[in-house]
């Protein structure tokens, strides 16, 4: 058995290091998920708000509502650009005989 100084041999050192990095990464996942849940919800919210015309009252009637305005714009941009995009993907995919049957 090799000497040590009484401190982590270096097998114990690279498990403790792995046990780390793991515990970081499933923090990191389950911040991300939270991030993406309340996304959803947001914008879902500023959806509903906009679709029966109370959006707009946001910058007079909450706080940060101007800023929940620009984040609502920007994000309907990038949400329209990501379906856009998901879009051209799938039609890229098919035959031309599947776009003519589909009247594209």
């Given at each position: 058995m090799p000497?040590t100084d009484?401190?982590?041999?270096?097998?114990?050192?690279?498990?403790?290091r792995?046990?780390?990095?793991?515990?970081?990464?499933k923090?990191?996942k389950?911040t991300?998920?939270?991030?993406?849940?309340?996304?959803?919800?947001?914008?879902v919210?500023?959806?509903y708000?906009?679709?029966?015309?109370?959006?707009?009252?946001?910058?007079s009637?909450?706080k940060?509502?101007?800023?929940?305005?620009?984040?609502?714009?920007?994000h309907?941009d990038?949400?329209?650009?990501r379906?856009?995009?998901?879009?051209?993907?799938?039609?890229?995919?098919?035959?031309?005989?599947?776009?003519?049957a589909?009247?594209?």
């Open positions: 000497c009484g401190g982590q041999s270096e097998y114990e050192e690279r498990q403790e792995t046990r780390r990095e793991q515990v970081q990464r923090q990191e389950e991300k998920d939270r991030l993406d849940k309340l996304t959803r919800m947001l914008c919210l500023c959806a708000l906009d679709k029966i015309g109370e959006l707009h009252d946001l910058h009637e909450v940060d509502g101007t800023e929940i305005l620009g984040w609502y714009e920007e309907k990038w949400d329209q650009k379906l856009t995009a998901a879009k051209k993907s799938g039609l890229a995919k098919l035959s031309q005989d599947e776009r003519e589909l009247g594209l």
